[in-house]
């Protein structure tokens, strides 16, 4: 018996080992790994005839010298960072009150009260939108009956309409991480500051800010990314002139079936959210494994 | 700031003004949604025309309610398939992950760890269209060398249960791994320690230890996968998953059937939510 599982032990250990390898190898090789490879070399190459391409940096410099695609890309990356901005301001006094003023039952209650619109699908809330804000919607319609504006005005189809449609899809990834940090916060800090004559201005710059900057930082990154890589969000509320990003990157693979583009496209913002993730945790000196963990 | 601190009134007032409008705008489209699937008119727009359950039961082709709405319905159904799929290998990948990387020693061990998270910071519509470039390069060489036609690794539902798979087995790795590393070692030995085979250890003491987070991720990658839209938007083939659907009819000017069929799903995930919450509280009671 004994000697039995001592042959057997290891041979069995290394065999559920090699099992345990199997799927995670299977999963990041083939379906992280080689696509994104297959995604590089395609954006890497241009198409000369029907199946003769060459390697070539054609792909990127259309980027550069085509006005259209390098305003849509800053202006992505524009109204992502106001949008990641405005998120924080929004959610701030939002997660203190949840962290810091709210007591048991109605802390719970806040807390669950912010998590459950997020557990409805993107789409819906979008839906929810346009019905308010369109011109023949519930808003325009309000405005009409107070007497403020005359015909119902359009309140769809602006910057402003694509940014609170962000702003209002990516807080809960805001919230979360704000009110963790927050929570861990001892009130005897802030006792102590006001004893000591700070006001709620410089309690708030030198103590609960540094305090959260961590928090700050990992949600700031998620909903920058998440904000950067949306596309349901921008298009609905921001119809035909929303001119997104990623928009650009479903007509050049889907509709104009210019896979080269596309990839080139593809890489260029992977580049830049990438390149944000990066500074965010370079700039408050978090490890990614443990912001991704937290949040 | 904090109630230990004398507070004016004008803050105590704006603190919950705030908190107030907060929440109030974060509900609002939802009950709009909501609201307008009982108005008796072909758009979800004002005026309101009076209470009317069409959009729920109608048959009428002038006005298809949600049960008498084929297309729509089977969408629903093959969002629930993929999800389904999804959900299984995402647990079953998440759960081998999690001892992988608690259990086995082995060089590299933090780059991994790395690796199984990335795919949490790469854009879904990124993931979808490097993935669907890679299953059109595999298909077209067996064309190409076997004339095999390899109809799953082109756009449709396989892609799509892929894709979505890709970045949530990150997801249920990581949330099974923080209740594994959470595991007292000592209970397994002194189950050995009494005779028990790997296999039966595993069975009844590191299993049920997990279950809270097994069913936890499993409800989490349900939710993730039925929800999706990035990923799904460039592997889908001709059957449409329910996100899409929606997205397809909301360009061509919203019925609402679409709002019935939100309210359906807002209806569900509050059950789920409300089950999964009296879950929780049962534990935290017992």
Redesign the interface.
């Known amino acids: 018996m004994h000697a039995d599982a001592n042959r057997n032990g290891p041979l069995?250990m290394r065999l559920g080992?090699l099992?345990?390898?199997t799927?995670?190898v299977l999963?990041?090789v083939g379906?992280?790994i080689?696509?994104?490879i297959?995604?590089a070399y395609?954006s890497l190459r241009v198409r000369l005839a029907p199946r003769v391409y060459e390697p070539s940096f054609a792909q990127y410099r259309m980027f550069i010298e085509e006005p259209l695609y390098l305003q849509t890309f800053l202006r992505t990356a524009v109204i992502s960072i106001v949008s990641t901005a405005l998120t924080l301001v929004?959610c701030f006094?939002?997660a203190w009150?949840i962290a810091?003023?709210a007591?048991n039952r109605v802390r719970s209650l806040?807390f669950?009260?912010?998590?459950?619109?997020f557990?409805?699908?993107?789409?819906?809330?979008?839906?929810?939108?346009?019905?308010?804000l369109?011109e023949?919607?519930?808003l325009p319609?309000l405005l009409v009956s107070l007497g403020i504006s005359d015909k119902p005005p359009e309140l769809l189809y602006h910057d402003a309409t694509i940014v609170l449609g962000l702003v209002?899809t990516s807080?809960l990834f805001m919230v979360v991480p704000l009110i963790s940090a927050l929570d861990s916060l001892d009130?005897s800090l802030?006792?102590a500051a006001?004893d000591l004559g700070g006001n709620?201005a410089n309690?708030?710059r030198c103590i609960v800010i540094p305090h959260a900057a961590p928090g700050i930082v990992a949600g700031c990154i998620v909903v920058f990314?998440l904000t950067?890589?949306?596309?349901?969000t921008p298009t609905?509320l921001g119809g035909k002139s929303s001119q997104w990003f990623?928009e650009q990157?479903?007509s050049q693979?889907?509709t104009r079936f210019n896979?080269e583009q596309?990839?080139a496209f593809?890489f260029l913002?992977?580049g830049l959210?990438?390149l944000i993730?990066y500074l965010g945790l370079r700039l408050s000196g978090q490890k990614?494994?443990d912001v991704?963990?937290r949040t | 700031?904090?109630?230990?601190?004398p507070r004016p009134l004008w803050a105590r007032l704006g603190?919950?003004g705030?908190?107030s409008l907060?929440?109030f705008?974060?509900?609002?489209?939802?009950?709009?949604?909501a609201v307008?699937a009982f108005n008796d008119a072909p758009?979800?727009?004002?005026?309101w025309k009076g209470f009317t359950l069409d959009w729920f039961w109608s048959t009428n082709p002038q006005r298809v309610g949600l049960f008498g709405d084929r297309p729509l319905l089977g969408s629903i159904w093959t969002s629930t398939k993929v999800a389904l799929w999804v959900t299984g290998a995402s647990l079953?990948?998440g759960t081998?992950?999690a001892?992988?990387i608690e259990r086995?020693r082995?060089p590299g061990k933090q780059a991994?760890?790395?690796?199984?998270?990335?795919?949490?910071?790469?854009?879904?519509?990124?993931?979808g269209?490097?993935?669907?470039?890679?299953a059109s390069?595999i298909a077209n060489l067996a064309d190409d060398l076997w004339g095999i036609e390899l109809e799953f690794l082109r756009p449709g539902l396989v892609l799509v249960a892929?894709?979505q798979?890709?970045f949530v087995?990150s997801i249920t790795t990581?949330s099974v791994l923080?209740r594994l590393k959470r595991f007292d070692i000592s209970l397994e030995e002194a189950a050995y320690n009494l005779g028990a085979s790997?296999f039966t250890v595993f069975r009844t003491i590191t299993l049920p230890y997990l279950r809270p987070a097994l069913i936890g991720s499993a409800a989490i990658a349900f939710?993730m996968s039925?929800?999706n839209?990035?990923t799904t938007?460039?592997l889908v083939g001709s059957d449409a998953p329910?996100?899409i659907m929606?997205?397809g009819r909301?360009?061509e000017g919203?019925s609402p059937v679409?709002?019935a069929v939100?309210l359906v799903?807002?209806l569900l995930?509050?059950a789920?939510?409300i089950f999964m919450?009296g879950r929780g509280a049962k534990r935290q009671g017992a």
């Open positions: 069995l080992v099992l345990l390898f799927p995670v999963w990041l379906l992280i080689l696509p994104h297959e995604l395609l929004v006094p939002v009150t810091k003023i007591r806040m669950l009260l912010c998590l459950i619109p557990w409805v699908s993107e789409t819906v809330r979008a839906l929810g939108w346009t019905i308010l369109r023949s919607g519930v319609a209002y807080m009130d802030i006792e006001y709620s309690i708030l990314m950067l890589g949306n596309y349901l609905l990623t990157i479903y693979f889907i896979w596309g990839s593809g913002l992977l959210s990438t993730v990614f494994t991704m963990a | 700031m904090i109630p230990s601190l603190t919950w705030y908190a907060f929440f705008l974060l509900f609002l489209p939802l009950a709009v949604v307008f758009y979800p727009a004002p005026p079953a990948v081998t992950n001892f992988l086995v082995f991994l760890y790395l690796m199984m998270l990335a795919p949490l910071v790469i854009p879904g519509v990124i993931l269209i490097s993935i669907l470039a890679f390069h892929l894709g798979f890709s087995a990581l923080a790997g939710l039925f929800e839209f990035n938007l460039m329910l996100t929606m997205y909301m360009r919203a679409l709002n939100s799903l807002m995930t509050a789920m939510a919450l």
